[in-house]
C-alpha cells in the first residue's frame, strides 16, 4: 500500500474508532436532535463532567463534531450529520446477524 493511500485508510479508522464507544454513539445521537450544551449532554448520560468532555473531545478531534463557547458555556453540534448514516448501516448488520441466528438455530 502506498504512503498515500495508507493515510487514507488511518483517517478513516480515526473516525470509526471515535465512534467506537456506547457513551459517543449516545452523544452523537443526542446531537442529531440539534446543539447541546454540555451541561444537558452530562445530565442525560449520568457521568461526570470530566468523562462527557473527554468523550467529546475525541468526537471534536475526529471531526465528527464542533464547538462554541457561549459565555460559561460550550454548546456542541453535529459537523457532519451524514455520521447518522453510519447509524442506519450498523442497524442493518444487526438485523441481519440477528436474522442469520435465527436461521441457524432452526
Request: charge should be positive.
Amino acid at each position: 500500500m502506498d504512503p498515500i493511500t495508507r493515510r487514507k485508510y488511518d483517517s478513516r479508522a480515526r473516525v470509526i474508532k471515535a465512534m467506537g464507544h456506547g457513551t459517543r454513539l449516545f452523544l452523537v445521537d443526542e446531537l442529531s436532535r440539534g446543539e447541546r450544551c454540555v451541561c444537558e449532554l452530562q445530565e442525560l448520560v449520568g457521568a461526570d463532567m470530566s468523562t462527557i468532555s473527554k468523550h467529546l473531545a475525541v468526537l471534536r478531534e475526529a471531526g465528527i463534531v464542533r464547538d462554541e463557547k457561549r459565555g460559561n458555556q460550550v454548546f456542541y453540534s453535529l459537523r457532519c450529520p451524514c455520521v447518522l448514516n453510519f447509524f442506519a448501516c450498523v442497524e442493518s448488520v444487526m438485523q441481519t446477524s440477528a436474522t442469520q441466528a435465527v436461521e441457524l438455530a432452526r
